[in-house]
């Protein structure tokens, strides 16, 4: 009667004749607007710091360091939590040797310079790029004094992410908009 392949080659004609389906396109939608999905800069929360302070000290405690030493460059960290992490490199530093201690305490300033991740304000179309507010506080240890985060030159200069209202804030409305809110560091 037919053959497997006379069989095959019907199903293909009659899939080929026929009009192709239109379906529509389902968008992520949330209260009723459509959600755009913007690529994360996963590389930006893992600094090359880190892997250089893994292996800066023998034994763990520079391991558990730059275990630790993540957390607090994530958007949602108050804003002093990067320069504690580096006064605690610095004060682990401590225990070794000078020639470790050096290296560590490089790697602490280096780390305290880090970009610190801000999440994009989605309440403005297109999502506005945001930097991250400075801390106010100074630090413990004198090595880390005139040191702050950097910011990405794509974000908005005039805007910022306040981490402990989860909201934008406006250059100069806030002192932590600026570096040791404005004035010259000693």
């Avoid at 239109?22 to 949330?30: D, G």
């Avoid at 460059?73 to 040797?97: R, T, V």
């Avoid at 910011?151 to 409305?173: H, M, R, S």
């Amino acid at each position: 009667m037919f053959s497997k392949s006379n069989v095959i080659f019907f199903a293909l004609s009659l899939f080929a004749a026929t009009q192709p389906a239109i379906a529509r396109e389902r968008w992520l939608e949330r209260d009723g607007r459509a959600v755009f999905l913007h690529p994360r800069r996963f590389g930006q929360e893992h600094p090359p710091v880190i892997d250089k302070l893994s292996a800066a000290c023998p034994g763990q405690v520079c391991g558990n360091l730059a275990g630790q030493a993540i957390t607090p460059l994530l958007a949602a960290q108050p804003e002093c939590s990067q320069q504690d992490m580096a006064d605690a490199i610095i004060d682990a530093s401590k225990q070794f040797d000078a020639t470790t201690q050096a290296t560590m305490i490089a790697l602490a300033q280096e780390y305290r310079q880090a970009e610190k991740n801000t999440p994009p304000d989605f309440t403005t179309n297109p999502p506005a790029n945001r930097n991250s507010v400075f801390c106010q506080k100074a630090p413990k240890n004198s090595e880390l004094n005139a040191l702050v985060q950097a910011q990405d030159p794509a974000n908005d200069p005039d805007l910022f992410f306040d981490p402990a209202t989860k909201a934008t804030v406006k250059k100069g409305t806030q002192a932590n908009t600026a570096p040791f809110g404005g004035v010259a560091a000693s």
